[in-house]
C-alpha cells in the first residue's frame, strides 16, 4: 500500500494568486500594449511611462481585481480540473489519457473563464486607468468598487462584456496550462532522469507556459479590447474586424510581456501548487 498526496479543490486558486502577486506588474503592461490603438511604445517604453507618470505602485494597480479573477477564474478550472481527474484516475487504477486531460481542461478553463470574467473585467480597467488622462479614468477604488460600479451604472450585463472570449480564452489556457503540464510532468518522470521534485515542475511547467502563449494570444487581445471598451465594438466580430485592420501583427501585440508573465506565473503557480499538495494535501491509498 502506497500514501499520495492530491490536490485539494481550492489549492489552484490560492496558487495562482500567489503567483499574482509576483507577475501582476508585467500583466499591467501586457494590458497596457494590447489597449494601444497604434503600436506607440514596446514592453520597457511602456513600463518607463507608467512608473514616470503615476510612480512604482502603478504597476500594482488592479492587484485586488487580479486576486479576486483568481480565486474564480482559477480557482474554478483547476477545481473542475483537479478533482475529476483525481477521481477518473482513482477509479480506473491508471493515467487518464492525454486527449482526455484536453477535453477535461479545455471544460474546467471554459467554466473558469465565464465564472471569473466580472472580476477579469475590472482587472483591465483598473490596470488600463494609468493610462488615461484624469478626466477619463474611472478609478476603481478596489475590486468590489468597481463590480458594484459597473452593475449600476452600466449594468448588469456589462459585467459579462467579453465572457465568450474570455471562456474560449480560459478553455485554450487550460488546455495549455493544465492538461499539457500534466502530460509533460508524466513524460518527464517516464525518461527516470528525475524525480518528482522541483526541477520536474519547472521543466514541466515551463512547456506548458509556453503552450499556453501560442494557443490564447490572439484571444486575450480581442478579449482586452473588448473588455476595455465603452461603445467602441459592437460585437465580438466587429472588434475581430477592426483588430485585424491593423495587421496580423495586432494579434500579437503584448506577446513578448504575456510570455514573460505567463510562463513566470505559470512556473510559480505550480511550484506552489505541488508544495501545497505535498504537505497539505488530501491522503489517498493506492
Same mark, same amino acid.
Given at each position: 500500500?502506497?500514501?499520495?498526496?492530491?490536490?485539494?479543490?481550492?489549492? *489552484?486558486?490560492?496558487?495562482?494568486? %500567489?503567483?499574482?502577486?509576483?507577475?501582476? #506588474?508585467? /500583466? +499591467?503592461?501586457? @494590458?497596457?500594449? !494590447?489597449?494601444?490603438?497604434?503600436?506607440?511604445?514596446?514592453?520597457?517604453?511602456?513600463?518607463?511611462?507608467?512608473?514616470?507618470?503615476?510612480?512604482?505602485?502603478?504597476?500594482?494597480?488592479?492587484?485586488?481585481?487580479?486576486?479576486?479573477?483568481?480565486?474564480?477564474?482559477?480557482?474554478?478550472?483547476?477545481?473542475?480540473?483537479?478533482?475529476?481527474?483525481?477521481?477518473?484516475?482513482?477509479?480506473?487504477?491508471?493515467?487518464?489519457?492525454?486527449?482526455?486531460?484536453?477535453?477535461? *481542461?479545455?471544460?474546467?478553463?471554459? %467554466?473558469?473563464?465565464?465564472?471569473?470574467? #466580472?472580476? /477579469? +473585467?475590472?482587472? @483591465?480597467?483598473? !490596470?488600463?486607468?494609468?493610462?488615461?488622462?484624469?478626466?477619463?479614468?474611472?478609478?476603481?477604488?478596489?475590486?468590489?468598487?468597481?463590480?458594484?460600479?459597473?452593475?449600476?451604472?452600466?449594468?448588469?450585463?456589462?459585467?459579462?462584456?467579453?465572457?465568450?472570449?474570455?471562456?474560449?480564452?480560459?478553455?485554450?489556457?487550460?488546455?495549455?496550462?493544465?492538461?499539457?503540464?500534466?502530460?509533460?510532468?508524466?513524460?518527464?518522470?517516464?525518461?527516470?532522469?528525475?524525480?518528482?521534485?522541483?526541477?520536474?515542475?519547472?521543466? %514541466?511547467?515551463?512547456?506548458?507556459?509556453?503552450?499556453?502563449?501560442?494557443?490564447?494570444?490572439?484571444?486575450?487581445?480581442?478579449?482586452?479590447?473588448?473588455?476595455?471598451?465603452?461603445?467602441?465594438?459592437?460585437?465580438?466580430?466587429?472588434?475581430?474586424?477592426?483588430?485585424?485592420?491593423?495587421?496580423?501583427?495586432?494579434?500579437?501585440?503584448?506577446?513578448?510581456?504575456?510570455?514573460?508573465?505567463?510562463?513566470?506565473?505559470?512556473?510559480?503557480?505550480?511550484?506552489?501548487?505541488?508544495?501545497?499538495?505535498?504537505?497539505?494535501?488530501?491522503?489517498?491509498?493506492?
Amino acid at each position: 500500500m502506497q500514501e499520495n498526496r492530491i490536490s485539494r479543490w481550492y489549492f *489552484g486558486g490560492v496558487s495562482s494568486s %500567489a503567483a499574482a502577486c509576483l507577475t501582476h #506588474p508585467l /500583466d +499591467l503592461i501586457k @494590458v497596457h500594449l !494590447q489597449t494601444q490603438q497604434e503600436v506607440r511604445l514596446r514592453m520597457i517604453g511602456m513600463t518607463v511611462n507608467v512608473v514616470r507618470r503615476e510612480g512604482y505602485l502603478a504597476l500594482y494597480s488592479g492587484l485586488s481585481a487580479s486576486l479576486c479573477r483568481q480565486m474564480t477564474y482559477s480557482l474554478s478550472r483547476f477545481a473542475i480540473y483537479e478533482t475529476i481527474r483525481d477521481r477518473i484516475n482513482r477509479e480506473n487504477k491508471t493515467l487518464m489519457p492525454f486527449y482526455q486531460k484536453v477535453l477535461l *481542461g479545455a471544460f474546467g478553463g471554459f %467554466a473558469g473563464g465565464l465564472i471569473g470574467t #466580472p472580476a /477579469d +473585467l475590472v482587472n @483591465v480597467r483598473m !490596470q488600463n486607468d494609468v493610462k488615461l488622462p484624469a478626466e477619463l479614468r474611472r478609478n476603481y477604488a478596489h475590486v468590489l468598487d468597481g463590480l458594484l460600479r459597473v452593475w449600476k451604472e452600466e449594468g448588469i450585463f456589462k459585467l459579462f462584456s467579453g465572457a465568450t472570449m474570455a471562456s474560449v480564452r480560459g478553455a485554450l489556457v487550460s488546455i495549455g496550462q493544465l492538461s499539457c503540464y500534466d502530460q509533460s510532468k508524466q513524460l518527464v518522470l517516464a525518461t527516470g532522469y528525475f524525480t518528482d521534485n522541483i526541477l520536474t515542475h519547472f521543466l %514541466a511547467s515551463v512547456f506548458a507556459g509556453g503552450c499556453a502563449i501560442i494557443l490564447c494570444q490572439p484571444l486575450d487581445v480581442v478579449k482586452t479590447r473588448i473588455m476595455n471598451s465603452k461603445l467602441e465594438y459592437r460585437s465580438v466580430l466587429h472588434c475581430l474586424t477592426e483588430t485585424a485592420k491593423l495587421g496580423p501583427k495586432a494579434f500579437y501585440k503584448g506577446l513578448v510581456p504575456a510570455a514573460i508573465r505567463l510562463i513566470p506565473q505559470t512556473v510559480f503557480t505550480f511550484i506552489f501548487l505541488e508544495q501545497l499538495k505535498q504537505h497539505f494535501g488530501l491522503v489517498v491509498v493506492t
